[in-house]
């Protein structure tokens, strides 16, 4: 694996304009991911992070959470579980909505997904606005969990979207807008 700087990294991801909708400038990770040597060097950053804190489970946030969250999840030695669009999961689920920039959904999560002595990783890839974020924590806190942390690979941070989230979480971003 060659030598991957940050700025590597982020020279790696498109910028895809009006997507998906007209006036958002859309960060597609997906052009970082197709490289092995840069998904390397992001997943070694981020368990890195996160090797010594005890993390018995990671969570992803559907879809683009799931493509590192389950690597996350092998690497740390955790299981992986899905937060997913309503209807998705085949089981009991709790579920929360909320506001978009431009709409309202919803996510939902197993019910015997997670239990009160896990330590939990959220990770997904990118925080805009901190809607979904803030969501998830919200599904998460029902647990009861020892401890929560969020973990993103880019931050819009002209969003404020940290702002939305519970300000005792420990949030942690490898790239930041």
């Not at 990783?121 to 998830?136: E, F, P, R």
């Not at 599904?139 to 969990?145: A, C, E, H, S, T």
């Amino acid at each position: 694996m060659r030598n991957i700087s940050i700025e590597e990294i982020k020279k790696s991801i498109r910028d895809v304009p009006d997507f998906p909708k007209k006036g958002i400038l859309f960060k597609d990770l997906t052009t970082a991911f197709k490289d092995p040597d840069i998904l390397g060097k992001i997943t070694d950053e981020l368990v890195s992070r996160y090797e010594d804190a005890g993390i018995t489970k990671v969570v992803g946030i559907e879809a683009r959470g799931f493509i590192l969250g389950s690597i996350l999840a092998s690497r740390l030695g955790a299981g992986f579980v899905p937060i997913r669009k309503p209807g998705k999961l085949p089981s009991q689920t709790y579920s929360v909505s909320y506001e978009l920039e431009y709409g309202i959904d919803s996510i939902e999560i197993h019910r015997d997904a997670i239990k009160p002595s896990d330590i939990v990783l959220l990770h997904d890839d990118l925080l805009a606005t901190g809607g979904t974020s803030a969501a998830a924590v919200g599904l998460l806190k029902q647990f009861q969990v020892k401890k929560i942390y969020l973990s993103y690979i880019v931050e819009l941070s002209f969003l404020m979207g940290r702002d939305k989230i519970d300000p005792d979480i420990d949030i942690f971003t490898l790239i930041k807008y």
